[in-house]
């Protein structure tokens, strides 16, 4: 994970993204891994108030490599076929964390969720006013995707955290794109494949009961 201390670009995000689906609206593990590491630049040059959820990713891409590049890599090339795999090879803890904690399944569910939370938050910063208090707009971000994910203790230490958030116009500063109206413009043009992404996983994990893997 040595690149995810790179400068952070939403264009390179935007491009790994436009990537993941193919033509039968499957999910290509190769590029969705790969903007995940472009987005977990951007929580890092935003301080320490994202760690707590950097980290988690961090180690969830790893998981991801490694069953990407492992002996049984043929079936971890989409998010279809990993699932059709796991499912099939009875791979997945269904009801209680047991014999597959590191399932594919239940690591891109941690993802997927992470995903749905940074997608609102983003959109809440593309469409907001320039004097919006992204604090609100992340709370609201977190309160309506993670937060119920996370216990009580989490979520109190994560609200108070996000009163140290930077202003909307450094946010967008963070893009590397240029102006904070060039910013908003590219999340204009990158959000609707990454909630595309979003939806076309949710689905697939809801057909297959797999939504509240332990």
Known sequence: MDDSESEFSLKVVLVHFKQCLNEKEEVLLEHYLTGWKGLIRFLDHLGTVFSFISKDVAAKLQIMERLCTGPQRDHYSSLQS?????????????????????????????????????????????TSPE???????????????????????????????????????????????????QAVEMLGEALPFIEQVYNVSQKLYADHALLDLP
């Open 131 to 181: 004097d919006a208090r992204t604090s609100e707009l992340c709370a609201s971000s977190y309160s309506a995707s993670l937060a119920a994910y996370h216990p009580w203790i989490i979520r109190q230490a994560v609200t108070v955290a996000f009163y140290t958030l930077p202003t909307r116009k450094v946010f967008l500063e963070t893009m590397n794109v240029g102006s904070s109206e």
């Open 82 to 126: 990993m699932v059709a795999y796991e499912t099939s090879n009875k791979l997945v803890d269904l009801e209680r964390r047991s014999r597959h904690p590191d399932s594919g399944c239940r690591t891109v569910l941690r993802l997927h969720r992470a995903l749905r939370w940074l997608q609102l938050f983003l959109e809440g910063l593309r």
